[in-house]
């Protein structure tokens, strides 16, 4: 009997380790400067607008659209075989961020850039979550 292949997992770094630790109670941040107010994402140790290192930890709404996006329909990693196909998505949040996520819990064939989505929270191990994305409207195209 073969092993079931495991998913990749993130590795928290000292940047992004609040962001893993909120993700594992199911919510979704984001860093803000408390210089200038400027929201960012992917995790870093200083404002990318002003160059601050005071930045603070902030619960997205959870909101956005999706910037773009693409269908892979081979696995990237054999983990996620059972998953094809899937999609692969940027999404913009609400606070003017985008993140590279997966669509799930909606028919592929509804994606569309632009589209309203929300996230969701997938458990992958006894020790990862991962924020996700669904549609919060389908269209009847």
């Known amino acids: 009997m073969a092993d079931t292949p495991v998913r990749p997992e993130p590795r928290p770094t000292a940047e992004t380790e609040a962001y893993w ?12 400067c408390e210089q200038c107010g400027r929201h960012q994402f992917y995790p870093r140790a200083f404002c990318t607008v002003c160059l601050s290192e005071n930045l603070e930890w902030v619960d997205s709404a959870g909101a956005g659209t999706i910037y773009t996006f693409t269908i892979c329909r081979v696995p990237a ?10 999609a692969v998505a940027v ?15 909606c ?6 850039v ?3 989505v929300e996230v969701r929270f ?14 919060t409207e389908v269209d009847d195209r």
């Open 91 to 105: 999404i913009e949040l609400d606070e003017g961020v985008r993140l590279l996520t997966n669509i799930v819990d």
């Open 114 to 116: 632009g589209a309203r």
């Open 21 to 32: 630790d909120a993700a594992r109670e199911e919510r979704l941040v984001v860093q803000r």
């Open 77 to 86: 990693n054999p983990s996620m075989a059972d998953k094809v196909p899937y």
């Open 122 to 135: 997938e458990r992958i191990s006894a020790e990862t979550i991962l924020p996700q994305f669904t549609l």
């Open 107 to 112: 028919p592929i064939d509804r994606i569309r």
